[in-house]
């Protein structure tokens, strides 16, 4: 008898589904009967927001971050931004919660990454040519590496302060590093109790 499958087009379907991070292959195929039980409509417009994306989106010339096909994204057409901080993040998608917090209104800088050697990207995979380019053509002040706090994102900043280091007229800072808000100590690990204590602060507020 035959092996029964799905026909070719929904096997490729869940073949690309497949490719997307988080996406297993019971997953995959969950999500193509689901839009197949969804009908042609739901299907065609999928098909449209993903052929407009490839044919709209690019990466920002300067900053890194998504734009349109314009040279610049909002970020850096923005008139009213502060021109003279530049915050470093891995990836574009760390620009977003930045913003959504309200508490930084300066420029970006996406690396594209961190550093990694043993998967074999080194500083010459970044963007870290562009950041000096931008970094000696500007009138930057300060630079905030707000990079993850493992291994690879420690590796990565603290190179970059190494390289940086020599300008005297630029401040390097860091995003400080601490128990988040509403958590307790019982669910700290030791990493995160000793960083919490290097950078404490004056307390406010009280008697």
């Known amino acids: 008898m035959p092996k029964v499958d799905y026909p070719e087009a929904v096997r490729n379907l869940i073949a ?4 997307l991070p988080g996406i297993g292959p019971r997953s ?24 407009r994306c490839a044919e709209e989106v690019v990466e920002c010339g300067t900053c890194g971050f998504f734009s349109g096909k314009a040279a610049h ?3 850096c057409d923005d ?35 961190r550093l990694a050697p043993l998967d074999g990207v ?6 870290i040519g562009a950041l000096l380019d931008r970094l000696a053509e500007g009138d930057f002040r300060e630079v905030i590496l707000a990079l993850g706090s493992d291994v690879e994102g420690e590796a990565t900043g603290h190179y970059l302060a190494d390289l940086l ?6 401040h390097i800072s860091r ?3 601490g128990l988040p808000a509403g958590g307790g100590l019982e669910s700290a690990d030791q990493l995160t109790l000793m960083r919490a204590l290097q950078g404490r ?5 009280g008697r």
């Open 16 to 19: 690309h589904l497949r490719t």
């Open 28 to 51: 995959a195929e969950r999500i193509a009967v689901h839009l197949l039980r969804q009908g042609a409509q739901t299907m065609t417009g999928l098909a449209e927001a993903l052929s």
């Open 73 to 75: 994204c909002v970020i």
């Open 79 to 113: 008139t009213h931004r502060d021109r003279t901080s530049l915050c470093i993040v891995e990836q574009a998608t760390d620009i977003l919660p930045m913003e959504r917090s309200g508490a930084y209104a300066g420029q970006y800088h996406v690396l594209g990454g």
């Open 122 to 127: 080194g500083p010459e995979d970044l963007r």
């Open 165 to 170: 280091r020599g300008r005297e007229t630029l």
């Open 175 to 177: 995003l400080a590093q």
């Open 201 to 205: 602060v004056g307390y406010v507020g």
